[in-house]
């Protein structure tokens, strides 16, 4: 039976991959997207930590999910005394790279496609004892090979949007068997447990712990990426600071617009824009400077300080524009007003929790289906501002301008309530060691530090 789904699968992915081949081929050579790592994804050529320890695998697909993942590996290592030797994977080159960053003592590598030769090299080589999942990275294949290997698997921070759990719901009969075979399911939300056991999640394997986003806040004062970015951006003056982070299209284009009529009102408004995809960041920069605007890009790197580039020739604050990977947590500190992108359209949204646990006040649109549950905390705790339509951006912004009291006391409330919420990470860790049957790999005097 295995077989036959083996072939199934196969047959699937290479039709999709034979479809998706000229959009493929136009993206490695346009953005240089799809190149890295292909003897990993394709082969499934991963390495294997150096030395005996045994290997706990940890993978998150692409850049939000590697920075929740950090905090999750450095508790684990503290909590099993660093017994075990760690793998970290991911599925896209800005995600690889951040993660080279983030995991310095870790073996990082890429997430094989879900042929299965690839999956069955992978897990050969990596012989991992037990397998952590970020989130909702579920593929048949990969499950499959767990599972016959006896592979425990875990989900942490596991969240399911409404939407795509409609869709799963249509196919529950091919899902089932992947989600029954999860070990342990650490659910952010009752909602999104409930999802889960209707999708075949076993019950017993079911736990909320809340969402590790809470907990991956970084947002001390000390931050040495403030000073940074303040030094390249040549943010010298004290006038309040606009950053609209996460943004797509046409979001720019709203935050300029609104930006530029309000520097009448507030002359000394800086604006710093992060576009989501780093293949859009020329395309951001360019429709900057075709409104007349002046431009520090931060990939230009900490320049010696040039007060007068900091402005145009009218006067008026340059735009700032973050085009490096890894650097926006750090950025939303510098943010009095908050902008999180993602949210006019249809994308559903970007994570609020990170300006949120600065203080900012933050605002985003309507469109927020991927952080149903964080918004519904925010908007209880009065300590957001949710916006209807675009037309409401302008309004919103001045209104928080002319009232500074008013912001700080949103971004008070806000930061009061990611605090509340924190606590994720030390469950999580609590029972990965308890569920997948970690401990039979650790003395006893770690697991009873760890529990």
């Not at 401990?439 to 529990?451: D, F, G, K, S």
């Given at each position: 039976?295995?077989?036959?789904?083996?072939?199934?699968?196969?047959?699937?992915?290479?039709?999709?991959?034979?479809?998706?081949?000229?959009?493929?081929?136009?993206?490695?050579?346009?953005?240089?997207?799809?190149?890295?790592?292909?003897?990993?994804?394709?082969?499934?050529?991963?390495?294997?930590?150096?030395?005996?320890?045994?290997?706990?695998?940890?993978?998150?697909?692409?850049?939000?999910?590697?920075?929740?993942?950090?905090?999750?590996?450095?508790?684990?290592?503290?909590?099993?005394?660093?017994?075990?030797?760690?793998?970290?994977?991911?599925?896209?080159?800005?995600?690889?790279?951040?993660?080279?960053?983030?995991?310095?003592?870790?073996?990082?590598?890429?997430?094989?496609?879900?042929?299965?030769?690839?999956?069955?090299?992978?897990?050969?080589?990596?012989?991992?004892?037990?397998?952590?999942?970020?989130?909702?990275?579920?593929?048949?294949?990969?499950?499959?090979?767990?599972?016959?290997?006896?592979?425990?698997?875990?989900?942490?921070?596991?969240?399911?949007?409404?939407?795509?759990?409609?869709?799963?719901?249509?196919?529950?009969?091919?899902?089932?068997?992947?989600?029954?075979?999860?070990?342990?399911?650490?659910?952010?939300?009752?909602?999104?447990?409930?999802?889960?056991?209707?999708?075949?999640?076993?019950?017993?394997?079911?736990?909320?712990?809340?969402?590790?986003?809470?907990?991956?806040?970084?947002?001390?004062?000390?931050?040495?990426?403030?000073?940074?970015?303040?030094?390249?951006?040549?943010?010298?003056?004290?006038?309040?600071?606009?950053?609209?982070?996460?943004?797509?299209?046409?979001?720019?284009?709203?935050?300029?617009?609104?930006?530029?009529?309000?520097?009448?009102?507030?002359?000394?408004?800086?604006?710093?824009?992060?576009?989501?995809?780093?293949?859009?960041?020329?395309?951001?920069?360019?429709?900057?400077?075709?409104?007349?605007?002046?431009?520090?890009?931060?990939?230009?790197?900490?320049?010696?300080?040039?007060?007068?580039?900091?402005?145009?020739?009218?006067?008026?604050?340059?735009?700032?524009?973050?085009?490096?990977?890894?650097?926006?947590?750090?950025?939303?500190?510098?943010?009095?007003?908050?902008?999180?992108?993602?949210?006019?359209?249809?994308?559903?949204?970007?994570?609020?929790?990170?300006?949120?646990?600065?203080?900012?006040?933050?605002?985003?649109?309507?469109?927020?289906?991927?952080?149903?549950?964080?918004?519904?905390?925010?908007?209880?705790?009065?300590?957001?501002?949710?916006?209807?339509?675009?037309?409401?951006?302008?309004?919103?912004?001045?209104?928080?301008?002319?009232?500074?009291?008013?912001?700080?006391?949103?971004?008070?409330?806000?930061?009061?309530?990611?605090?509340?919420?924190?606590?994720?990470?030390?469950?999580?860790?609590r029972l990965l060691l308890e569920r997948c049957e970690l401990?039979?790999?650790?003395?006893?005097?770690?697991?009873?530090?760890?529990?």
């Open positions: 039976m295995d077989s036959v789904m083996h072939w199934l699968l196969n047959s699937v992915y290479v039709l999709l991959l034979t479809c998706l081949s000229p959009l493929i081929v136009w993206r490695m050579v346009r953005h240089g997207r799809y190149r890295r790592g292909l003897a990993a994804k394709l082969l499934g050529r991963l390495q294997r930590p150096p030395g005996v320890r045994p290997v706990v695998w940890f993978h998150a697909v692409s850049v939000g999910e590697v920075v929740q993942l950090q905090k999750i590996v450095l508790e684990f290592r503290r909590a099993t005394a660093d017994r075990f030797a760690v793998l970290v994977t991911t599925s896209t080159d800005t995600g690889f790279e951040l993660a080279q960053q983030r995991f310095p003592d870790c073996t990082v590598d890429w997430f094989p496609l879900d042929f299965s030769w690839a999956v069955r090299r992978a897990i050969s080589r990596v012989q991992p004892v037990q397998v952590v999942l970020m989130e909702l990275e579920l593929w048949p294949g990969f499950m499959a090979a767990c599972r016959n290997r006896g592979i425990p698997v875990a989900i942490v921070n596991a969240r399911l949007s409404e939407r795509s759990f409609r869709r799963y719901l249509r196919v529950r009969g091919l899902l089932q068997p992947m989600f029954s075979g999860l070990r342990l399911i650490a659910a952010q939300s009752p909602a999104i447990a409930e999802r889960l056991r209707l999708l075949g999640a076993r019950p017993d394997a079911l736990q909320i712990t809340g969402s590790i986003k809470f907990d991956g806040a970084e947002c001390r004062d000390d931050h040495p990426g403030l000073s940074a970015l303040r030094a390249a951006f040549r943010m010298e003056h004290s006038g309040p600071v606009l950053v609209a982070g996460s943004t797509q299209e046409p979001e720019e284009q709203l935050i300029l617009d609104a930006w530029q009529q309000l520097l009448p009102e507030c002359p000394d408004l800086t604006l710093i824009l992060v576009p989501r995809h780093r293949e859009r960041f020329d395309a951001v920069a360019e429709l900057v400077q075709q409104r007349g605007c002046s431009l520090i890009r931060r990939s230009a790197g900490a320049m010696p300080v040039d007060l007068s580039a900091a402005r145009d020739s009218l006067g008026r604050p340059a735009v700032r524009l973050l085009d490096t990977i890894g650097e926006l947590s750090a950025c939303w500190g510098l943010a009095d007003l908050a902008f999180v992108g993602g949210s006019f359209g249809n994308r559903g949204g970007q994570n609020m929790i990170e300006p949120a646990a600065w203080g900012a006040a933050v605002l985003f649109g309507p469109h927020t289906w991927n952080f149903r549950d964080v918004v519904q905390v925010f908007l209880e705790a009065n300590a957001c501002l949710q916006l209807a339509d675009p037309a409401d951006l302008l309004p919103a912004l001045r209104g928080l301008l002319q009232d500074p009291a008013a912001a700080q006391r949103l971004g008070a409330t806000a930061r009061q309530t990611v605090q509340r919420q924190q606590g994720a990470v030390a469950v999580t860790i401990e039979q790999h650790l003395p006893v005097q770690v697991i009873t530090r760890a529990a």
